[in-house]
């Protein structure tokens, strides 16, 4: 499985690792790992780990988009950690530290 | 009684076998499995019965006269194309040799004599599921195939629409080159200009976030704002706020367009610059050969709502002569055979190398074609120089109504006041205003020009009170449009008023314009007596507006500036 | 009927597959083979040899005349190592054992015409 979750025992951290490349490929997996049912009360804070991801396209930066909006939009809680110097480059130049914490 | 119909599988089934008594057996076991029966005794025969009635399978003995079966497999196999006809071998062959032979010349199955009914009949069902399998990947691609026409066709459709649309500007201005792939707004990328009715040019150079029919149709929305909005006299940060809030509005949330917008403005020589999340562009000056890097500053549009859209632009001193560079990222993001990328260094050391500011293009064409081994179809590259605007007319609107029906006897009177100063550019709507005077529609640029000099001065020198000595380079124009920002969030009190008066004037007329600001005042005698030097930055335009309009005049220690229009009968 | 050279396990399903044709199946047959030792005595090359015996063998194994099938195998499958000699000699064996079912497809001839 190229994406993994994780949600922490007291449900309120979901962790989603993203792994090999992130492209449109991704999409279904991607949308899947935080649209599931099940939990009551929906995370309040979600991490993205993007450690084993190589590349990151402009169809990745729209997923964030989604998950952002899925998780409250401006009054969401993303960070995206881990990200190599290539994949930082990609979310600085789209100004993306705007809308996420990115480290 | 009921006539049985012959079962679903029934099949037109070939028998090619030179032994008659086999042949005969062979026949009645077929037929009595529910299926049409045609024979041939050798391979000749067997390839014009197939040429002729096109059984769905054959039955081939190996050993025949005339022709053997392994010729004529291979020729039926080769009349049947993309069609599967499946060949079962007739043989109790038992060399590798001779069994590989079959399978080489296309055979797909083989039966053992004494024939064996249960096994044949095995066999049979089995081949015939293939060949249906066949049957079934052929129709879906030939639908495929269909399906990929159509949409080709609707693209084809797009494009012509937004081509259309995209012609309204003025990509063909004598100043500006570009470059654009065939296939750049099917890879979203969009590339507009027009001129704004100062005769300044508004560039921008996009890239919509996927490819195809969804990148052309978000570009439609946004090149009618872009169009509408330059032409009316509406400003960088307007421009863009209104087109951020359109593509947030119709574009679902994973689409967006990363854009860079430009205005040159010939008279100030200033550019004003909005980056968001395109690669650097770069602003060349010729006098030192520096290229500044125009950095991405913003989210790309269409993702914040327009209550946290971020609309500040940079302004840098531009003179005649110095160009702006923009790229799409098709060409950092070129690979080589090992996936290395072209990457901003190559780039660098391209415009290091670059002795003819002419030939940037063809350099860095080259420069990727050494790269990657062959040119890619998907770069978009502009570049815009500061020429002299003496030949580039702005085209003037052309209006429906007859005209009438005009106002020409009447006068109006505005007060902008501070809370409205910081929000409201109220030039586009003074133009169209004055545009209904038919005589003076001719002159809309000079009016625009105008109109702006004399607004921009009573506020920013005005009512802000900057120095506009400061804008002598890059950091003086840096820190004068910060402190224009910062004054302005902090504006408490302070008026600008424009008067404008039309009246008659034998078969045409004449428009008055007053300009008052609450301000400090200048030295308007210290100001005149100055030569006109065309290479001046700063200044307050004073000659601008004495060439343009006519009996230009200063009062009141400079806060109050007047200027008129003349017209003639229109013929 | 001798089981050994006549599988009647084999003719059984033979009638019930070409049910009236059953007669001139077998007729079809005895002339087929005729030709076909005609062209084993005449063959002069090996190949032709090898040919000839190979399809005799098919055919009588699907007309279950087993011992015929397995002699015309032997022959196929030695040919090329075979003096002249010992040629004649399996040839002739094979034309006995023809001259022996012969009867038995004829006598299975006219019992089938009398039941139809």
Known sequence: MSVVTQLSPDGKKLTISVKGRFDFAKHQEFRKSYERPGTEVPPSSIVVDLKEATYLDSSALGMLLLLRDHAGGDDSDIRVVNSSSDVKKILAISNFDKLFDIS | MITVQSAPESLTILIAEDSAADRMLLSSIVRRQGHQVLTAANGAEAVDVFRQQRPQLVLMDAMMPVMDGFAAAAQIKALAGETLVPIIFLTSLSENQALARCLEVGGDDFLAKPYNQVILAAKIKAMDRLRRL???????????????????????????????????????????????????????????????????????????????LPAAVGAMPLAEVFYGMTAKGYGLAETLREMNA???RILPVDMFCCATMLCLSFQNRSLEVWNGGMPDGYLHSIASGERTPLTARHLPLGVLSPQTFDDRTEVFPMALGDRVFLLSDGVIDTCDADEQLFGVQRLQQVFAANRQPDTLFEDIEQALRDFRGEARDDVSMVEVSLLEPAHANPPVPVYSDSGQSCPLDWSASFEFRAATLKRFNPLPYLLHLLQEVHGLRAQSGALYSVLAELYSNALEHGVLGLDSSLKRDVAGFTRYYQQRNARLDELKEGYVRVHLQVTPEGEGGCLAIGVEDSGKGFDVGQVLERPVDPGRLSGRGVNLVRQLGRNASWSDDGRSARVEFYWKALA | MTGEHLNPKVLSALREVMEDAYPQLLDTFLADSEERLQSLRK????????EVAHSFKGSSSNMGADRLAKLCHELESKAKTLSSLEILERVAAIDVEFKLVRPLYEAERQRSLADS
């Open chain 3, 43 to 50: 063959a002069e090359q090996t190949a032709q040899l090898e």
């Open chain 2, 134 to 212: 066949q049957a079934t990947v052929v129709q879906q691609r030939d639908q495929i195939a269909r399906h990929h026409e159509y949409l080709l066709n609707e693209q084809r459709v797009a494009k012509a629409v937004f081509d259309k649309v995209a012609h309204s500007g003025c990509l063909n201005a004598p100043n500006i080159r570009y470059l654009q792939s065939p296939y750049a707004l099917f890879n979203g990328d969009l590339l507009l200009a027009a001129f704004t009715p100062a005769g300044d040019m508004h560039v921008l150079l996009g890239d919509f976030t996927g490819h195809g």
């Open chain 2, 246 to 248: 359109k593509l947030k």
